[in-house]
């Protein structure tokens, strides 16, 4: 028997016998980890300096290596992978796997930042509802204090999507959906394509992150103001997260914790990238008055009943603690 196995078995036996589980000298663990935003662009960046943390502070403690990206796995089935075991942990937004935890559509309403969700116990709830209905442990988040906007190749008059064809995701579908867009869902690797080929009028988006793929390119205008927070979540199997040492979870928290601070910088980059979408050539079309009222009231209140029509108790412990 090698080593490892020795160590394994030994681990497995501390924790059925109910002795202090974590407490065994365990090997280095590598935990096998993706990302569903492409390697290098925006969203996917916090989640490698996460990774490069890890691997700095982890030695013979536990090691990430990341497999691959969107180019290896579809970001709509990165969900999957991690609530499976295919990989033991992912970089990915909540709106990628609604259809294995629906209620993650919850997530982009907060109004407050994680740490405040930490504080508040709204992260246990979100948490808890990872780990039940899709055997993921939470393990946080980046994305705070970023907002989705409305790109076009197009102008817009007002608060009104009826005759525009938009690419969408979950997160943008409600809200669209009731300003009249007709609505086409694709992952981020097929947005360049579809303005090229006219197939869209336009994309929902954060602020940060257009011209990362070039769409600045065949973009014209920036809808504003922004509506409802990014989240992009780190995921972790559940079976492989109970595996692990009291040090290897100890790890894990604390980079994260240290990668969840760096959300404050947000702020800053959101008006980095505003700029640099004006050196790049899209217009602002800025929404005023009952526009602006109907375009956030509408982006709330369908965002709400959405989530709450999957689960209103849910909903409502939610939304008390997501502001
Ligand atoms: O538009 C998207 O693909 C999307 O839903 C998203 C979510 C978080 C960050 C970036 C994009």
């Known amino acids: ?175 669209f959906e009731k300003l009249g867009a007709t609505l086409i869902r694709t992952p981020p690797g097929d947005v360049y394509t579809a303005l090229e080929r006219g197939t869209i009028d336009g994309y929902g988006w954060p602020i940060q992150g257009v011209l990362d793929l070039g769409w600045d390119e065949q973009t014209k205008y920036r809808v504003d103001p922004g509506f409802y927070q990014v989240d992009v979540d780190v995921l972790v199997n559940l079976d492989r997260w109970q595996s692990l040492s009291d040090e290897q979870r100890a790890l894990l928290e604390k980079g994260i914790a240290w990668l969840e601070e760096r959300n404050a910088e947000n702020l800053n980059i959101n008006q980095a990238e505003a700029a640099k979408q004006a050196e790049a050539g899209i217009e602002v079309i800025e929404l005023g008055g009952g526009d602006k009222e109907k375009w956030l009231n509408t982006a709330r209140d369908a965002g709400w009943e959405k989530v709450a029509a999957i689960d209103a108790d849910t909903a409502a412990a939610l939304q008390s603690c997501m502001r």
């Open 1 to 175: 028997m090698n080593r490892k196995f020795v160590c394994a078995t030994l681990a497995a036996a501390l924790v059925s016998g109910g002795l202090a589980a974590g407490s065994a000298a365990a090997d280095e663990v590598t935990l096998r980890g993706t990302t569903a935003f492409a390697q290098g662009t925006t969203f996917s960046r916090p989640y490698e300096a996460f990774v490069e943390w890890i691997n700095e502070n982890g030695k013979g403690v536990l090691q990430i290596q990341t497999v691959g990206g969107p180019e290896a796995m579809p970001p709509f089935e990165v969900g999957n992978a991690v609530s499976t075991g295919v990989v033991d942990i992912a970089n990915v937004t909540a709106a990628f796997y609604t259809n294995i935890l629906p209620m993650g559509d919850a997530l982009k309403l907060a109004e407050n930042t994680i740490q405040d969700q930490r504080a508040n116990g709204c992260y246990d709830k979100i948490d808890a509802m990872h780990q039940e209905q899709m055997n993921v442990k939470y393990l946080g988040r980046t994305g705070d204090h970023i907002s989705f906007h409305l790109y076009l190749t197009k102008p817009l008059a007002g608060a009104d999507l009826s005759g525009l064809t938009i690419r969408t995701t979950p997160v943008y579908q409600a809200m």
